[in-house]
């Protein structure tokens, strides 16, 4: 049984923490990895590192820290099909979804190393008396990136590239949930020693590194619950903290919209990644005039979908993570049946082997009820009639989260009034999308920090100014 390991100052070494815990892949429940469940010590020498690499690192050229970015994106991209196997392995994603996501990611660290080079780390304002001003971005030292389970790889690479790229140094810190593809994604960064470091384990490593005194900047992407602890703590050092967390997206659909087609949207919204997105749709707000067909056709969308181990062909829904992310899912169904939902498709935990849940559509749904008020992160569609557009934007804004939110609509005016419900991305008549010139923060509980090419490297980098006055030459 393969023991994952820490990469520190260029090294892969064994915690130094006494307790171990095991990987289990959630569609067999086999054992498929030991790993460290977290130390502190580990932490400490994995920050020495990251702190004793970042002088080097910053004043490396930026176009040569660009090459490198490059060059590791590369190296995930030859290797996309293992890292998307070792992610199907440990949380259960199929591979095909999985390929997708990851192919987006690489992209997305490539935009990032192009986009270093066309960032003013330094520019220069002259004024008419010929007085200068030099505004210059410096990395803010070592950084660290904490990430969750349901995008292993992804997650990194969304949030690491403008970090390295701007010259700081990172320690990531991969969810316990999902260790085996991260390992496996440091161990093709081709990197000076201790520009990148990975320290394995649970809330006993990611509290220490959150904590730090000398971390500058705490790049979190993870539930709100865990995400408030994280910028209390940066509060307190005066750190930075990016927090990326939970939602509850809306999905509206307005009379006028083709049923069928809207539904299948929706259904692969709700229900894709087993519904472990952070941006699915977990509030299905439709207008009257298409309730019915759009209600039948959600549920043959539902039951269309082969769920099954995601290594086997044609399987489009794999497992949830674990155990105890399925029961979160059955106990938000139970609660909401009980309140007097009805279950127009799935619902219950199956028989058999793997934490399976079927894509379940929930119809007489009300707001007492945890499916409409708390992130579920399961395949769960809970369906709620509204009498008009308003009313379906209306209540698609009464919730704590504000991620994203989805809007299907033939009307141009009901496409402007989208922008009112709270929301860091609406997308209109799609789920998903949008180019790289895409900047948003999320609104309520949902994050703090704009996300955003340019927004990511103004939040990596300290902003410093010089004056110098015309007499000075
Ligand atoms: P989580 O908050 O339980 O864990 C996230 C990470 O934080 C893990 O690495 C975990 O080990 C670590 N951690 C746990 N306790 C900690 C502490 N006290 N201090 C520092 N680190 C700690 O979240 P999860 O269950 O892994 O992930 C699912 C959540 O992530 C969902 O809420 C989902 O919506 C959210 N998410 C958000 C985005 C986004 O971009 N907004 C993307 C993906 C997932």
Redesign the pocket.
């Known amino acids: 049984m393969k023991t994952l390991q820490n990469l520190i100052d260029g090294q892969w070494a064994d915690s130094r923490g006494e307790i171990f815990l095991d990987l289990v892949n959630p569609a067999t429940e086999e054992v498929i990895a030991r790993h460290p469940a ?1 130390s502190p010590e580990d932490v400490e020498t994995a920050v020495a590192a990251a702190i004793a690499a970042q002088p080097a690192w910053a004043a490396t050229p930026v176009a040569e820290r660009a090459q490198r970015i490059t060059a590791w994106a590369d190296a995930v991209a030859a290797h996309a099909d293992e890292l998307v196997e070792l992610e199907c392995r440990e949380m259960g994603k199929p591979l095909g979804i999985g390929r997708t996501f990851l192919d987006g990611a690489v992209a997305g660290l490539r935009a990032a190393a192009e986009e270093a080079l066309s960032y003013d780390f330094e520019r220069t304002v002259v004024r008419p008396d010929g007085a200068r001003t030099r505004i210059l971005r410096h990395p803010l030292g070592a950084t660290a990136v ?6 292993p790889v992804t ?1 990194v690479l ?1 949030a690491i590239g403008p970090l390295l790229a701007s010259g700081n140094t990172v320690v990531v ?6 260790p085996l593809s991260v390992v496996r994604l440091l161990e093709l960064a081709d990197m000076a020693p201790g520009v990148v470091n990975l320290v394995l ?3 006993r ?3 220490p ?3 730090h005194e000398q971390i500058r900047l ?1 790049h ?8 408030k ?2 910028g209390a ?1 940066a509060g307190l050092r005066l750190h930075r903290a990016v ?5 509850k997206d809306p999905v509206v659909v307005d009379a006028g919209v083709d049923p069928v087609a809207t539904a299948r949207a929706v259904a692969f919204g709700a229900f894709i990644n087993t519904g ?5 749709m977990e509030r299905v707000y439709v207008h009257c005039d298409v309730a019915e067909p759009f209600v039948e056709a959600l549920v043959a969308a539902a039951e269309g979908f082969t769920v099954g181990n995601g290594l086997d062909d044609g399987v489009m829904l794999g497992p949830l ?1 674990d155990r105890r ?1 399925r029961d979160l899912v059955a106990r938000h169904v139970e609660d909401a049946v009980h309140k007097g939902a009805k279950v127009r498709t799935g619902g219950g935990v199956p028989e058999g082997k793997g934490f399976f849940y079927p894509p379940t559509v929930l119809t007489d749904v009300d707001d007492s009820m945890l499916v409409m008020t708390e ?1 579920t ?1 399961g395949p769960i569609a809970p369906v709620v009639v509204v009498d008009s557009f308003e009313e379906g934007l209306e209540r698609a804004a009464r919730s704590k989260y504000g ?1 994203a939110a989805t809007v299907y609509t033939a009307d141009p005016d009901h496409i402007d009034a989208s922008a009112r419900i709270p929301a ?1 991305v609406t997308w209109i008549n799609q789920w998903q999308g949008g180019g790289p010139e895409r900047l948003y923060e ?1 609104a309520g509980d ?2 703090m920090g704009a ?1 955003g090419a340019r927004a990511a490297f103004d939040a990596a980098t300290r902003p410093a100014s010089m004056h110098i006055p015309a007499a000075t030459a």
């Open positions: 977290g904490i990430t969750p389970w349901n995008f997650a969304a810190k991969p969810s316990e949930r999902g384990g649970d809330a490593a990611g509290t590194l959150a904590e705490v979190f992407t993870g539930s709100v619950a865990t995400g602890r994280v703590a927090l990326e967390l939970g939602g472990q997105i952070c941006t699915s993570v992310q992130e992160f991620l860091g999320p949902s994050g996300t």
